[in-house]
């Protein structure tokens, strides 16, 4: 994803299951699998209404809630319309404050 190339360029590191090559879109996530989003931060969003309400729900449940970056209450929510684009310098400078903005705050 665009997003985590600003988060490599800004030195910061993704998770071992999230470092992988390329441009694609992030897999659809499962409850079974979501143990491979944990990291010291999240940054989540959604495009749709349907990706909002899927995100709520799974907020709600104890794997969610077991994740370190929830318990440390580092998890953030973002414009999934920016953070999921091909890019570009006014993207990059908006995930850039978003980055900035969450990691400043603590």
Do not use: C
Request: neutral net charge; hydrophobic residues 40%; glycine residues 10%.
């Amino acid at each position: 994803q665009f997003a985590s190339g600003v988060a490599l360029e800004m030195g910061l590191k993704r998770p071992k299951s999230q470092n992988k090559d390329g441009n694609a879109h992030t897999p659809s996530l499962s409850l079974e699998k979501i143990n491979e989003i944990d990291g010291d931060w999240l940054f989540l969003s959604t495009l749709t209404s349907d990706g909002a309400k899927a995100l709520k729900d799974v907020q709600g449940k104890p794997a969610y809630k077991e994740l370190g970056a929830v318990k440390n209450k580092q998890v953030v929510t973002v414009d999934g319309s920016v953070w999921s684009t091909r890019g570009g310098p006014l993207a990059a400078d908006v995930v850039m404050e978003d980055y900035v903005k969450a990691l400043s705050a603590k």
